[in-house]
Every structure is written in C-alpha cells, then in structure tokens.
C-alpha cells in the first residue's frame, strides 16, 4: 500500500514529478538520468527508487530503468498541476516575469494545499496552460496529450508552432524570449549550420523575422507539426 498522500515529503515528491517528465516519451527513467535532473548521486537515487517502489509508486523494468504505477502517476500530476498553477497565478496575478516564476513554485508547491491550489485556479478560471504553454493536468488528474518533438528536430524546410517551452532555466527562458519563440508562435527552419551548431530560423508573430537560434535554445523549444493534408477533414 503507498503511504497517505498528505504526508509525502518533499524529495518524494520531487523523485515522482522528474521521473513522469522523463518518462513523457514513452521509456522508462534511468537512475543516471534521474540523478542528473535532480542533481544527486546515483546512489542516493537507488535508494530511493526501492522505497518509492516498496510504498507502491514505480514499477522495475529490467536494465532500463523505472516506470510509475498509477498510483505513483496521479501523484505527480497532483504536483505538477500545483506546480503550473502556481506558476500561472504568479504571472497573471502577481506581475511576475515568466523566468522567475519556475524557482517560487519548486518552493511552493511543497508548501501550498490541495485547497489552496484549487482556489488559485478557481480564481484564474481554470486555466488549461501555464505561462510556458504546458498543460496543466486538470483536478481528476486527466492531462491533454503532448509530444517530445522539438524545435532542434526539424529539418530544413519543415514548419511548426511552439507548444511550450522549459521553464528549469532562467538564462534560457531570456534566450527563447528574445529570439520570439513564443507559445504560439509559427516557425519554419530555413537552414542548418554545424560549427557552431545553430539553426536560421523564420520566426511569425509580433516578434518575427529570420533569426540565427542556437541548436541549445532550439532544443528548449517544443514544437507542433501542422497536420497533414486531409486531416481533420470530415467525410463529405
């Protein structure tokens, strides 16, 4: 049995929110990637993994890594949706910029109550996405599918729209900004360059125009394909 909900600590609930973020593409979370999200050592997360799984929150898969249970699922939705609406209502109502607002809600979504979070969303009208355009998992824990392809992915020629960007880093938050990559925003790679590694990149929006994007930022840039010829289209 997983132990009640309420009294999950702080470091449980950090392990249980970065193993669903790398787990979002389908593969199973390895220690070393574990240990590097959460700047620890490998040991420390080894330890941890055999508690989170004797309290019934992963799964073992073998030589891969750890997948989480549903248990351990609809808990990192419960922190992640506390994370994003934390972030939203730091934006929208206290005049927050949006790379400052990631560090105060690793804090606070620690601290913050179940009521507490649900009357900041109540009060921002249930938003569906936080500031970097992610979905925020709604109350019953249901969040809208998303895909991992990004904007460092696309090869020349291919367009997209920005779905969000990584919130985990100030520096690159202010980069993806001041080259316009905005949720929202259409994008179209015109060229690759190797050395240094850098995409020429057509930007759409208020903020448009051709842009020299470092491959670095582009790989903070998730990106919507648009849908294929025909598609969505009904029968007749």
Known sequence: MAEDTAGLSRSVEDYLKVIYALSELGEAASTTAIAQALDVQPASVTEMIKRLAESGYLTHVPYRGVRLTETG???????LRRHRIIETYLTERLGYAWEEVHPEAESLEHAASDRLIERMAAALENPSHDPHGAPIPTSTGEIEPT???TLSELAPGEGARVRAVRDDDTEGLL???????????????????LNPPML??????????????????????YVVLPPAAGEGKGNG
């Open 200 to 221: 020429k990149v057509e930007v759409g929006g208020t903020l448009g125009g051709v842009l020299d994007v470092p491959v670095a930022v582009a790989r903070r840039v």
């Open 73 to 79: 699922t609809r808990e990192a939705l419960r922190i």
């Open 147 to 149: 895909d991992s392809l």
């Open 175 to 193: 980069a993806v900004e001041a080259a316009g990559l905005l949720p929202g925003a259409r994008v179209q790679v015109l060229e690759r360059a």
